[in-house]
């Protein structure tokens, strides 16, 4: 659509001569366009002399789309030589700006088109630099072993549009910002001669675009965003700036880097670059630290420009002035950096995409972003309007009324006094919209502390984690308010000795220090922990990253299912290259949920029973997404698995799908190799030892300490044959085994075997053999003997640790296990659950429906107990050890009003299921 029927509003002329002279010198143009040409030149000497200069190709432009004219004046350059490209590409500007500005005067672009018409110009105006440029580099032998073709990839260097280019957000006489680099292994013996190439060409780069000319100039060029950028060159290799951003990169340019866009040359390159940087960008945990690095960036912007005090329309600067661009910037930079690292959808390099993005996540309110969006759009066009002006790289209101009178009647707005109240209102609510999340609040002051609590208090300067300045200023601030909710819990000393110990178990202190000042809420998660569950306390000072979960937004959400937690890893895992960092990975994703699980049993928002389904569900998802991993890995080397492959099968409690929080895990491996011999492999291996390495390699992969710790420990002595059977079993030998040699216990296994990954065919067979063998074995005359002599061993070997052991000892949770096991190979049923397994016994008529109630409510109580308890202590429960919080926690799990109420019927539970067990089990 052409020009004129776009038009939504128009400047008024300030200056009614300079007004009255393009009418004249336009009057045969379309009466509609003619008022906006007239306000602009009336307001703008620069776009007045402009229209004067471009006067023809004006006339033609307007009677077009603009888009079309801006288009085929960008196209137009692509064949100019280097000896015309100066020229050309300034007559490009002059003439993109004019109609830039117009379009933007008049309402006809918004401004996000605005800023990428001037984007792009910026875009072809390096990238034909760079490359005519190199073109000449090559065609005089100064770039080692490049052709001419080279020349369209720039032989390797690419150039990064930082800041507002970067984005697509070029101001109306914006500089740009670049950073020059090269790669270097594309010259892997002559890097320096190459490098003393690319860096005359940066150089002659910057000047052919920024230099001014009787022609002008194309855009100012900044080339000191690189790394630091006082004593290196202007181009640098990957190498050098991948170094120096791991060593000593700030938060201001992890910041740049957000933006940052590969604009000329080697795009390819600058791509893969961009990758290899985003460990140092983004995060992998919440980063609430930049919050601080960012708030403390500003006061030092303020500070050296003298841009505090109240807002002052006459010479307020409209980007680093208070409630000004750069605010809201920073306020959507910050959030970025904060959770960008977890959320890639958070990466954008604009502005206002960002602030939707951010709002979308929960990260802030929807409305603080639509009223941040028109605010940010608002002082961009008050910005243009003040640039438009004498084509002035400014971002200063004027500092006389008649300056001010220019730019209001510049926005087409008569009322002077209107307009000041106007922007005087919008950069204060800017300022009271962002200043909140930046500005750290003073401290409060504190409770009254009794000697006891003082003693402990003072010693918390000498923890690691409050050793470095920057730790103790923000701890010193979050201390009060931390101590008050301490003083709020039931036993104020017990909940601020457990809190003790989670601060002294802390490394470090400014990124979780920082995460509590910005999310005051989360205190009250973390003592109510501290106070109750010690052991989750001193896990989670240990491992700090697992909060970024609670502050992720959906912690507090319903447990997603099986499915759709394991794709969750395994996209998550798709996205890594390196084995290990693919292990590390799913350690910290396992770990989040696992905390997760954990606090919501602590919080009552689960029972024990649900908890112990959730952490069996945890590791199915981590088992079945790691073991495709695993197997890449290992084939790599060896080969894709021959035949079927392998399955892995959760024996055990795994294999009931019922786990605690301290759970290990019992595997077992099974392999069907078909036909073959050996693997198809760099080194081809026999079956036997294939399988073998490749289950040791599952071993490692999940019990191995890492960086993020190891994922869980792992039994394998299920196995046939137990220790001395071979680490993975063909399908066929397990079921000769299973028929022919297998002994009782190894039926009971498998009443519980469930294959949780690999081959879905494999799977589906051994589940059809389970069937199969516990059908053949069903109601054996020896079993009732061997589980009677399985039972008195295990009491010799494992008797009860004290009273509240619910796991060991007669009418406890092994003991239960055991006769719903004999129950179920009794029965010949493949249920692998207890209560299931006690009803097949029942169906079975090996017990009545009152012993299975009876047996049912010691199980049930003892589940309770042993999930609560391995949830507050990896030690034998002790209610004289456990404080208040503890103490509530287990009564509330089991039903019980008091300790001694739980004794009571802990007692006569275990009573009623042992009479039931110790007539059931014994030798006929």
Known sequence: MPFAPRITRKPLPYDSAAGAEIAARFADIDPAVLPVLVGAAGCSPFLADLMQREADWLRAALARAPETAVATELAALKDLSLDALGAGLRQAKRRVALLAGLADLAGVWPLEAVTGALTDLADRAVDLSLKRLVAEEIRRGKIPGAVAEDAETAAGMVVFAMGKMGAGELNYSSDIDLICLFDESRYPDSAAEARSAFIRVTRKMAALVGDRTAEGYVFRTDLRLRPDAAVTPVCLSFAAAESYYE???????????????????????G????????????????????IQDAHDMRLRIRDHRRLHGPVVVEGHNMKLGVGGIREIEFFTQTRQLIAGGRDPDLRGRQTVPGLAALAEKGWIAQDTAAELTQLYRAHREIEHRLQMVHD?????????????ARIAMFCGEPDVAAFRASLTARLERTDHLTEGFFAPGEAEEGPELSDSARDIVRGWDSYPALRSERAGTIFRRVRPGLLKRLQRAANPDEAL??????????PAGVQIFSLFEANPQLVDLIVDIAATSPALALYLSRNGAVLDAVIGGSFFAAWPSLGALSAGLTAALAEIADYERKLDAARRWMKEWHFRIGVHHLRGLIDAFEAGKQYADLADATLAALWPVVEAEFARKYGPPPGRGAILLGMGSLGAGRLNAESDLDLIVIYDAGDAEYSDGKKPLAIRPYFARLTQAMVTAVTAQMPEGRLYEVDMRLRPSGRQGPVATSIHSFKDYQLTEAWTWEHLALTRARPIAGNADLR?????????????????????????DMRARLAAAKPASGPWDAKNGPGRLMDIELLAQTAALQAGDPARRVEPQLRAGV???????????????????????QAASRLLTDKALDFEKLGIGGRAFLLRETGQTDVAALSARLTEALAGAEAVIARLITAP
Do not use: N
């Open 271 to 290: 791509e893969r670059f961009i990758k290899t940087l985003t460990p140092f960008v983004w995060r992998k945990h919440l980063d609430f630290a930049a």
């Open 843 to 865: 169906k079975r008529q090996f017990l009545s429906q009152s012993d299975e109630q009876a047996v049912l409510d010691a199980y049930r109580l003892c589940w309770r107990l």
């Open 247 to 269: 060593s000593v990169g700030r938060t201001w340019e992890r910041a740049a880097w957000i933006k940052a866009r590969p604009c000329a040359g080697d795009i390819a390159a």
């Open 392 to 404: 002035a790289q400014t971002h200063d209101m004027p500092a006389t009324a008649d300056g001010i």
């Open 497 to 506: 000795i457990a809190f003790d110990g989670f601060l002294a178990g802390l």
């Open 764 to 788: 589906a067979e051994f589940e059809g053999l389970r069937r199969e063998v516990l059908a053949a074995k069903a109601g054996g005359e020896t079993v009732l003997a061997d589980v009677a």
